[in-house]
């Protein structure tokens, strides 16, 4: 509350503005309190003294005090300075723009313990609703609060107690996205992390002490030990206070690791007990996975081919044939030749392997020299329209093969397009986007022989391609603006080419 203005008129000052005058006038002051921090504030005995019995007999009873000019007390000057002025105007608001934000809730308390020294139970109860009121407006403030109870040793209860309820029910708030809890002590935030009734992970727990120990500041006491960095302090809190095998396996690779508040030896801990969580989960026979069950070349019975022909020759992926739906896989270019051919080819079909993928009817062929052929022949008008690739280039296809059966004789369902008949393969090269290079790839199937595609290559020496894997296509298909085809069944309307 400001101080009444006078209205200019020749009059005498109003009451309001008499009591603020006393503040601040040597002549009517008796008596100087001197804070903990040296700062002097000026103040008349008797106000004191009628508004306090602890002044009264400070002041006027039988202790030292009570001659003296000097009175030292033990608060800081910003305090007494509001006590006084309370004294004798009886103002008790304690605004937050008089302080800055982060220096709030140490002053509102300490004023608060000040005033329940001086026996003044109305400010002391005004000052708690305060503090309680800001919490609630500001839960970010919850950890300074806290800190600012544990460190003076006020014992308001009920502070301490909304303090710990804001931070456990809302840890990603007042402890992660709060600025106040940098400013905390080692002391607390030990404190904080041993509490199990927080309401947050293991991963927001790191986060929190990593931002902590990023603060630059002097060394922290540390018992008989010496000192410590905040460094230093933070790594023992991860590893005495926080489950790493809790944090997930790319957090623990992508965060955790590289912040350095973690020794190898305890990640690679973490990441054997969540592999072996993840093996008694899913419950996976190990010793069926022999590497004939795996997906690979023809040829080499591994996921890398090797051209060893003077001319190009076809091999093709075994173990995965691509019918009806949506498929995607990777090829990496290991080492170029006159051309690097990758495609697909059709299982209907007798593909040779002695000659070039593209040149066959049963083939699909794009080529590092921005070129695709299907039966000899370019789809499009201009030869050369796709981006090339080269060593090291990884070339992801896209092959949608909507369901459909080829003939009422037909024991299988092979694929329609929602625009034509047959199914689309696109293409990207090094992440970039997806072209399309063939349409209709049903219409060459022979009626009466088994259906489906597999992914294939056309090298010479010395071209040399790794397989990278199947991959999720739901993300690309979205990206392309398709629709999955809805998944075949047998009371669906079947369309008989």
């Given at each position: 509350?400001?101080?009444?203005?006078?209205d200019g008129r020749?009059?005498?000052?109003?009451?309001?503005l008499g009591?603020?005058?006393?503040?601040?006038?040597?002549?009517?002051s008796?008596?100087t309190?001197?804070?903990?921090?040296g700062v002097?504030?000026?103040?008349i005995r008797?106000m004191?003294?009628v508004r306090?019995?602890?002044?009264r007999?400070m002041?006027?009873g039988e202790?030292?005090?009570?001659?003296?000019p000097i009175?030292?007390i033990g608060?800081?000057?910003?305090v007494?300075?509001f006590l006084?002025k309370?004294?004798?105007t009886?103002?008790?608001d304690?605004?937050?723009?008089n302080?800055?934000?982060?220096?709030?809730?140490k002053f509102?308390?300490s004023?608060?313990?000040?005033?329940r020294?001086?026996e003044?139970?109305?400010?002391?109860?005004?000052?708690?609703?305060?503090a309680?009121?800001?919490?609630?407006?500001s839960?970010k403030?919850?950890?300074?609060f806290?800190?600012?109870?544990r460190?003076?040793?006020h014992g308001?209860?009920?502070i301490?107690e909304?303090?710990l309820?804001?931070?456990?029910?809302?840890?990603?708030t007042?402890?992660?996205?709060?600025?106040?809890?940098?400013l905390?002590k080692?002391t607390?935030?030990e404190e904080?992390?041993?509490?199990t009734?927080l309401?947050t992970?293991e991963?927001?727990l790191?986060?929190?002490v990593?931002?902590?120990?990023?603060?630059?500041s002097?060394?922290?006491e540390?018992n008989?030990?010496g000192?410590?960095?905040?460094?230093?302090?933070?790594?023992r809190?991860?590893k005495?206070y926080?489950s790493l095998?809790l944090?997930s396996?790319s957090?623990?690779c992508n965060?955790?690791?590289p912040s350095?508040?973690?020794?190898?030896?305890?990640l690679?801990?973490?990441?054997?007990?969540q592999?072996l969580?993840?093996e008694a989960?899913t419950?996976?026979d190990y010793?069926?996975?022999?590497?004939?069950?795996?997906?690979?070349?023809?040829?080499s019975?591994?996921?890398?081919?090797a051209?060893?022909?003077?001319?190009?020759?076809?091999?093709t992926?075994?173990?995965?044939?691509?019918?009806?739906g949506i498929?995607?896989?990777?090829?990496?270019?290991k080492?170029?030749?006159?051309?690097?051919?990758?495609?697909?080819a059709?299982?209907?079909?007798?593909?040779?392997?002695f000659?070039?993928l593209g040149?066959?009817?049963?083939?699909w062929?794009?080529?590092?020299?921005?070129s695709a052929w299907h039966a000899?022949?370019?789809?499009?008008s201009?030869?050369?329209?796709?981006?090339?690739?080269s060593?090291?280039?990884?070339?992801?296809?896209?092959?949608?093969?909507?369901?459909?059966?080829?003939?009422?004789?037909?024991?299988?369902?092979?694929?329609l397009?929602?625009?034509?008949l047959?199914?689309?393969l696109h293409?990207s090269?090094?992440g970039?986007?997806?072209?399309?290079?063939f349409?209709n790839?049903?219409?060459a199937?022979e009626?009466?022989?088994k259906?489906?595609?597999?992914?294939?290559?056309?090298?010479?020496t010395?071209g040399r391609?790794r397989?990278l894997?199947?991959?999720?296509a739901?993300?690309?298909?979205?990206?392309l603006g398709l629709?999955p085809p809805?998944?075949?069944r047998t009371?669906?309307?079947?369309?008989?080419l």
């Amino acid at each position: 509350m400001q101080a009444p203005e006078d209205d200019g008129r020749d009059s005498e000052p109003s009451f309001e503005l008499g009591l603020h005058q006393l503040l601040d006038d040597e002549t009517l002051s008796d008596v100087t309190l001197q804070g903990t921090d040296g700062v002097k504030v000026l103040a008349i005995r008797s106000m004191l003294a009628v508004r306090s019995p602890v002044f009264r007999r400070m002041l006027f009873g039988e202790f030292s005090e009570s001659e003296s000019p000097i009175v030292k007390i033990g608060y800081t000057g910003k305090v007494l300075t509001f006590l006084v002025k309370y004294c004798v105007t009886g103002e008790s608001d304690l605004s937050i723009g008089n302080c800055v934000k982060r220096s709030y809730p140490k002053f509102v308390l300490s004023t608060a313990d000040a005033a329940r020294y001086f026996e003044l139970p109305n400010l002391m109860r005004t000052l708690l609703d305060d503090a309680l009121e800001f919490m609630n407006e500001s839960p970010k403030s919850a950890c300074l609060f806290l800190q600012a109870s544990r460190e003076d040793l006020h014992g308001f209860e009920n502070i301490e107690e909304k303090s710990l309820e804001l931070i456990r029910n809302d840890p990603d708030t007042t402890l992660l996205k709060a600025k106040a809890t940098l400013l905390i002590k080692a002391t607390l935030l030990e404190e904080i992390l041993k509490d199990t009734t927080l309401q947050t992970d293991e991963y927001t727990l790191f986060l929190v002490v990593k931002a902590w120990a990023e603060v630059k500041s002097p060394p922290i006491e540390d018992n008989e030990e010496g000192k410590e960095s905040r460094r230093e302090v933070a790594s023992r809190l991860v590893k005495n206070y926080i489950s790493l095998d809790l944090i997930s396996p790319s957090n623990l690779c992508n965060i955790v690791g590289p912040s350095g508040l973690s020794e190898t030896t305890e990640l690679n801990a973490a990441y054997k007990e969540q592999a072996l969580l993840a093996e008694a989960v899913t419950n996976k026979d190990y010793a069926k996975n022999v590497r004939s069950n795996r997906v690979h070349w023809k040829s080499s019975k591994s996921d890398v081919f090797a051209s060893s022909s003077e001319m190009h020759c076809v091999e093709t992926l075994e173990r995965r044939v691509m019918k009806a739906g949506i498929h995607q896989w990777r090829i990496k270019v290991k080492e170029e030749c006159n051309s690097v051919w990758l495609g697909v080819a059709s299982i209907s079909h007798d593909v040779s392997e002695f000659d070039w993928l593209g040149k066959q009817q049963g083939g699909w062929a794009y080529g590092s020299n921005s070129s695709a052929w299907h039966a000899n022949k370019h789809p499009g008008s201009a030869m050369n329209t796709f981006p090339t690739f080269s060593k090291g280039s990884i070339v992801t296809f896209h092959l949608n093969l909507p369901a459909v059966k080829l003939s009422q004789d037909a024991p299988e369902a092979c694929f329609l397009s929602q625009d034509a008949l047959g199914g689309t393969l696109h293409a990207s090269v090094d992440g970039g986007s997806f072209f399309v290079l063939f349409t209709n790839m049903v219409a060459a199937f022979e009626k009466g022989k088994k259906v489906g595609f597999v992914p294939a290559v056309s090298l010479m020496t010395p071209g040399r391609v790794r397989f990278l894997g199947f991959q999720n296509a739901s993300k690309e298909m979205r990206l392309l603006g398709l629709n999955p085809p809805a998944p075949f069944r047998t009371h669906r309307p079947l369309i008989y080419l």
